[in-house]
């Protein structure tokens, strides 16, 4: 498609634009008393006008039965969880014995790598990506000393190349075929939250089999951004958060993700707790540890019935649009930023450069535009806050962008653009 930097062609693509009425059914926050460009989905998605009576319904629920809305709530929250595993196991490509929410991420990460990474012999090492979200790098690095290893030789991170800033998938190749049998467990984060790159899951994990590795996913920026199928790509477990692309609430439960192949595997070791036991006998409160079978046999604790309302009222919205056309919307929005960001580069080039590191391939990025700023930096940032444009800021000088289609415009991206253009003229007059 052609694109034009004007109003009204931002317009008619909002107009051509068949989920553009969904924008209606989220919240739209205002910064100081003005409307604002919001592009931090990515951090904190919005609230759906429908969240209030998803969760009324469980304080009515809580009033009228006390205990009892265990079993008499209109969604009885002894087996509040189910309610939510269909839906997003079609969000990640997984059967539903696969899925459970349950938890926050780093928690579940935990979990899922106390079964899942099991050093033995000379098979103790974890590749990951450089730069991973922090919480992750810390997950990591005390998973492994947990098991009394040693930290610089058995967390193996790939690195962009030389004045690159996202990884050559070859290199990942390549680093996983060198480790060889000494590779234990690949633990990536599926789209980078930094750069935004997303990796190829299903080639990566394939490769991670082929010597003998387990591959786990922390697909917090990956859920409900991009198309998944766990199930299909053989991918062993991964975990994710609500709050992101997922729209659930700050700090909102988590999603994991345990492939069928270990849905029965009872001697893998794990951490236990009464949610996770048979459901048949669980209440019979007998000693002795029984799984349940597949995902929900990670679960500790009876869920957190609240955090999962919120989930839900955002899980029926996904429900009703479907990944395919979230994803199509996606890219053609993203397309257009990366358009207009183009423009306004090379029309400022003389004091300010404006450099995109995320993939400038769809196969290889979601809903997130990362861009460099040459000259300016956080001044710029700063006016353009003032201007109403809520994005994110990483130092030393990065401005992340996420075009969430469930709720941004075309127009949202439009005034994206004249904002910038102009907090970069205000900022070298
Ligand atoms: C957001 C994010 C987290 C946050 O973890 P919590 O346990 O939810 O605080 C962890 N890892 C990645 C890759 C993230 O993007």
């Known amino acids: 498609m052609e694109f034009k930097n004007a109003l009204d062609f931002a317009r008619s693509l909002d107009a051509n634009d068949s989920l553009s009425s969904y924008r209606e059914r989220f919240f739209m926050p205002t910064f100081l008393g003005k409307d604002v460009r919001y592009f931090t989905g990515n951090s904190l998605g919005l609230q759906t006008r429908s969240t209030a009576s998803y969760v009324q319904q469980e304080l009515d629920d809580w009033a009228k039965y006390g205990v009892e809305g265990h079993f008499h709530a209109k969604r009885p929250w002894y087996s509040y969880h189910e309610n939510l595993t269909d839906k997003l196991a079609k969000i990640v490509g997984a059967t539903a014995k696969e899925v459970v929410v349950t938890h926050s991420l780093t928690t579940n990460l935990h979990l899922l790598m106390v079964s899942f990474y099991r050093p033995q012999g000379k098979r103790t090492k974890i590749l990951c990506e450089a730069k991973a979200f922090p919480s992750d790098q ?43 049998d000494e590779l234990a467990l690949v633990m990536i ?39 998944l199928k766990l199930h299909d790509w053989q991918v062993d477990f991964a975990a994710w958060c609500s709050y992101k ?58 869920a957190p019935v609240m955090g999962m309302a919120v989930h839900l009222a955002s899980l029926d919205v996904f429900d009703e649009v479907g990944m395919e056309k979230l994803r199509a919307k996606s890219d053609l929005l993203t397309a257009y930023l990366e358009f207009i960001i183009d423009g306004l580069s090379e029309k400022n080039k003389a004091n ?22 040459h000259g300016g930096g956080k001044p710029i940032f700063d006016l353009l806050s003032e201007k109403g444009v809520i994005a994110d800021w990483r130092e030393p000088n990065v401005i992340r962008l996420a075009p969430v289609p469930l709720y941004n415009s075309f127009e949202d991206v439009y005034y994206f653009g004249k904002h910038l253009d102009e907090a970069i003229g205000e900022f070298y007059k």
């Open 138 to 180: 810390y997950a990591l690095e005390s998973q492994v000393k947990f098991h009394g290893l040693d930290l610089s030789e058995n967390l193996v991170e790939v690195f962009p190349r030389e004045g690159e800033h996202t990884i050559r998938e070859e290199d990942i190749l390549a680093k996983i075929s060198e480790i060889g």
């Open 189 to 227: 984060g599926g789209v980078n939250y930094y750069s935004g790159q997303l990796f190829d899951i299903e080639k990566i994990t394939k490769a991670a089999h082929e010597v003998g590795a387990i591959a786990g996913w922390d697909l917090a920026h990956a859920a409900g951004n991009v198309i």
């Open 245 to 302: 692309y997922l729209n659930s609430s700050p700090g909102g439960v988590s999603g994991m993700f345990v492939h069928e192949k270990h849905a029965n595997n009872k001697d893998l070791p794990r951490f236990a707790g009464w949610w996770g036991h048979d459901k048949s006998t669980r209440f019979q409160m007998q000693p002795g540890f029984q799984p349940m079978e597949g995902a929900e046999g990670w679960q500790l604790s009876n």
């Open 352 to 373: 300010c450069t404006l450099e995109i590191i995320t993939p400038r391939d769809q196969k290889h990025r979601g809903a997130q535009l990362s861009m460099l700023i």
